[in-house]
Every structure is written in structure tokens, then in C-alpha cells.
């Protein structure tokens, strides 16, 4: 059974940072894909960023150059680093651990994490 759970979340004022984290357990870690989510009130789950297990990054054009994906394979935690917070950024934030396929669709995701709130304040 893998387990993934988040942390980082909070209220924070635009302009602001924070750092997700998402520790992995049950699994080895290494050997995945892993991708941040995002869902905020009546939309759909959005891709934000992932990582492949070689490091190669991915990231949803709104997000690049904001936000950076990085893991820690001997840790088994992904971190998602978030500058210069937008409004629109306000949302849950899952991690996930990729089966197989595009790194793009939620569908392609086998374990989730339960999600943090990341509340971006105008």
C-alpha cells in the first residue's frame, strides 16, 4: 500500500512563496513519475507540475517560472517550490505517483496524496 502525503499549505498574501512537500511511503519511490495537482472550488483536478523518474521536469505554462518541482529520492518526498503566488493559484494540492503514460492526465496517476489547502490571499 503506498501512502502520500502533503504538507506545506496555508494562507499566504500574493506575491508570497511556499514549499509543498509530499512524502512517499510503501514504494519505492525512485522508480516513478511523480506530479502535483491542483482542484480549486467547482473545477476540474489540473496538472501542475511533475517529475519524471530520471528528474526531466514538466510544468502547466501558467505555472513556469514561478513554481519548481524537485525530489529527493533518498527521502522519498517530492517538493513543490511556489514563488510569487497569484490569486489564481488558490487551490488544493495533491501529489500523486504516476503508472504509467502522459504526465499530463490525472488518469494516468495510480496513488494520491489527500491534498493541502494553499490559499492565496489578493
Known amino acids: 500500500q503506498v501512502q502520500l502525503v502533503e504538507s506545506g499549505g496555508g494562507l499566504v498574501q500574493a506575491g508570497g512563496s511556499l514549499r509543498l512537500s509530499c512524502a512517499a511511503s510503501?514504494?519505492?519511490?525512485?522508480?516513478?513519475?511523480v506530479g502535483w495537482f491542483r482542484q480549486a472550488p467547482g473545477k476540474e483536478r489540473e496538472f501542475v507540475a511533475a517529475?519524471?523518474?530520471?528528474?526531466?521536469?514538466y510544468y502547466v505554462d501558467s505555472v513556469k517560472g514561478r513554481f519548481t518541482i524537485s525530489r529527493d529520492n533518498a527521502k522519498n518526498t517530492v517538493y513543490l517550490q511556489m514563488n510569487s503566488l497569484k490569486p489564481e493559484d488558490t487551490a488544493v494540492y495533491y501529489c500523486?505517483?504516476?503508472?504509467?503514460?502522459?504526465?499530463?492526465?490525472?488518469?494516468?496517476?495510480?496513488?494520491w496524496g489527500q491534498g493541502t489547502q494553499v490559499t492565496v490571499s489578493s
Open positions: 510503501g514504494r519505492t519511490f525512485s522508480s516513478y513519475g
Open positions: 517529475s519524471s523518474s530520471l528528474g526531466r521536469t
Open positions: 500523486a505517483l504516476q503508472g504509467s503514460g502522459s504526465f499530463v492526465s490525472p488518469i494516468n496517476y495510480a496513488f
